[in-house]
């Protein structure tokens, strides 16, 4: 029998062995760190901090005033000297908190607990007060995540282990370095939703991982881990849902917990691990520094704030072939035009890209309807008629194709012979319409 | 902000995803075309120079055709993506080897140049280019396109004029009955192992199952094409051959007695199942229309095959199901993940009248 899985989906090269070895390192605190104020899907926060205030690690320095927010907190102790727009991976102007280190690393006074001693309000109270956002990298604030209306009952909680974007490792390392963090982690979780079953999903890559998450869960009768076939988007939370329990989260808009499931990444768990037992806020987290650009592939340990340029410097610097610089995985990650740019909860990796690896063409052709993209398409899309008819400018006609059920995990744009951009068709399309 | 502190590289930004498979239309066109290599072979050695010399022009007219065309259109050219190549040599072998020189020309232009480049080029054109090529020149020159020379087998065929005339298995058996078929070859036996190797009148191309069907199965491996057509197309002629075609013993029409192999092997249905109707720009893209697209090619050519006045419809029954390629491909698409039927609504019940 083959392993669990999905329909569609591709075989990108993996590339994972150039970090795999690659044991967490913590990188030294830098001298200034730009914590953006918005590093999350949601409200932005407001700053609680001013221009020459002391603050210490762990200080909150934006406070979150909506429900669909996360707070942030500083990373280093020491001063406040700006506070102002700066740029973030995703190329946008976002209000920061810019803080110069005072290297003296100061903390802010710690309360842990015991998880078990704790209601599942006091558990999603700490995780929202430490500001966990999902850190797979779309960055959506935890709490919410973990407070599913009444009327929806949550069955299993997932965690990501499937890590399926290429290149990176940051939570391979975790697994394999903090089991028992992610186990506890994980328990938490189905504390806070009072739910009975947890599974940890792994793609069969990563026996390795596999087997010390098992042999670590084999104290928990609830906790399963869960082998899954290797092929990208394994991780994306719809497919990962589909190929551990069988049930398929409604299109046009269903989330996760309409079939009774909450997925959370692996990073993610350990954060709220740390939220919940030590009462950490998220400061820090793992970035995979990687790809064929970069001289010496590592898995940080870095502080939220840190520019991108200092990850690459600790790496040994680009090579001179590199060509483009990724925030996240090369399907799914955002392409960088300055490397000084802060990382934030949700950068998983730091891809460096010679040209060899990602060949560039603004030359593409008309699509031949081979049909690649929809046998690719893991939703069960048209790609091509999305990519036509967006060229055509008839964005509306799109939603026929159910424009919005495409979640730009990029399978169909990577198997088409004509090179046609079909996320950027997409993106285009859903620009110019409404959900729905 | 720092400054850089060293000169930044130049980065290229775009968007996601930033790799890429490997697959190019071009690879696709030329590995289609070499796929064709063994078939084509295969002319050479049955009918000599000329095949090589009918193809040739195929495709030296068609990459003309195509250049001249954009030159005129002003857009770049495509040679290089090797589908004018491919459209030229699927020509060559869907003509007879003793085909005037006007008629590959003419034929490559017309399915190049109109079916194709005007139709706003690869990609935009309803119809299979070669078929509607073919189709031309058979209605254009009749006699010429239904001249068929006997194979002769490792002789170069320079003298052409010595070449004697037979006719396809299929137009014996339409025009002259079963009884001739066998005259002719000695058993039903003999038919299908000269249909299965390669040993009989026809065009250049669709002489040897054997040959095509190695081509078509490196196209399999490579997954450029799928079951879904040639199936369904092969299982429909088959299954109506079998229930209406003609009796290998009686030589007469039984219900449910006809003879599945021969039609199977006979004429253009496995060139054109595996290499024509397969064509991605003119067949449906989704798996379950390609089905209905396959079961409606067969049906056609056994309609024209039984029924008709050609002996052979494999090239119209494709040419046809290509005008319902948009109607297929708009009926019948795919199932979105987590799709749910719309619940149906609950009659709204009456409010009660209050008094």
Known sequence: MGLATFKGGVHPPEKKELSREASLTPLAPPKTVVIPLSQHIGAPCAATVEIGQEVSIGQEVGVAEAFVSAPVHSSVSGKVVAIGEFPNPMGRMVKSVVIENDGQETWVELKGADPSSLSPEEIKDRISAAGIVGMGGAAFPTKVKLSPPKEKTIDFVILNGAECEPYLNADYRLMVEKPDEVIEGLKIIMRSLGVEKGYIGIESNKPQAFEILTSAAAQYPDVEVQMLEVKYPQGAEKMLIKAITGREVPSKGGLPMDVGCVVQNIGTAVAIRDAVKLGRPLIERVVTVTGGGIREPKNLLVRVGTMVSELVEACGGLTDDTVKVISGGPMMGFALSTLEVPVTKGTSGILVMTESEAPHTDKYLNCIRCGRCIDACPMGLMPQMLSILSEAGQSEECKEYNLWDCFECGSCAFVCPSKRPIVQFVRLAKSQTKPG | ?355
């Open chain 2, 1 to 355: 902000m720092a400054e850089p502190k060293k000169k930044e590289h130049e980065l290229i930004i775009s968007s996601s995803p930033h790799v890429r498979s490997g697959e190019s239309v071009s690879r696709i066109m030329w590995t289609v075309s070499l796929a064709l290599l063994p078939a084509f072979a295969g002319s050479v050695y049955f009918f000599g120079v000329a095949a090589l010399w009918v193809t040739a022009l195929c495709i030296v007219s068609s990459m003309l055709s195509e250049r001249l065309v954009q030159r005129m259109t002003g857009t770049g050219s495509s040679l290089s993506d090797g589908s004018a190549f491919l459209t030229g040599l699927l020509l060559g072998l869907n003509l007879p080897p003793s085909s005037p020189a006007y008629v590959p020309i003419l034929g490559a232009f017309v399915a190049v140049a109109i079916t194709k480049q005007l139709f706003g080029g690869l990609g935009f054109n309803i119809f299979n280019p070669a078929l509607i090529g073919r189709a031309f020149v058979l209605i254009t020159w009749p006699r010429a396109m239904t001249t068929w020379t006997s194979p002769q087998i490792g002789q170069l065929g320079l003298d052409r004029v010595d070449a004697t005339t037979a006719a396809t298995p299929l137009g014996l058996l339409k025009e002259d009955g079963l009884h001739e078929l066998i005259n002719v070859f000695g058993s039903m036996e003999n038919v299908y192992r000269s249909l299965f190797f390669g040993n009989t009148g026809g065009s250049l191309g669709e002489t040897s199952a054997l040959l095509l069907l190695i081509g078509a199965a490196l196209l399999m491996y490579k997954r450029y094409i799928t079951w879904q057509i040639p199936v369904s197309f092969i299982g429909t002629v088959a299954v109506i051959a079998f229930i209406f075609g003609t009796n290998p013993e009686t030589g007469g029409l039984a219900l449910f007695g006809g003879d599945p192999l021969f039609h199977v092997l006979s004429g253009g249905l496995i060139l054109g199942a595996f290499f024509m109707a397969t064509d991605y720009v003119t067949v449906p893209s989704v798996r379950s229309g390609q089905i209905v697209f396959g079961v409606g090619c067969g049906l056609i050519t056994m309609l024209i095959r039984l029924k008709g006045g050609f002996p052979e419809g494999v090239m119209f029954a494709i040419l046809l199901m290509n005008c319902f390629t948009p109607i297929i491909d708009r009926s019948m698409r795919t199932k979105t993940f987590g799709f749910r039927e719309p619940e149906k609504q609950a009659e709204p019940k009456p409010k009660e009248e209050k008094h």
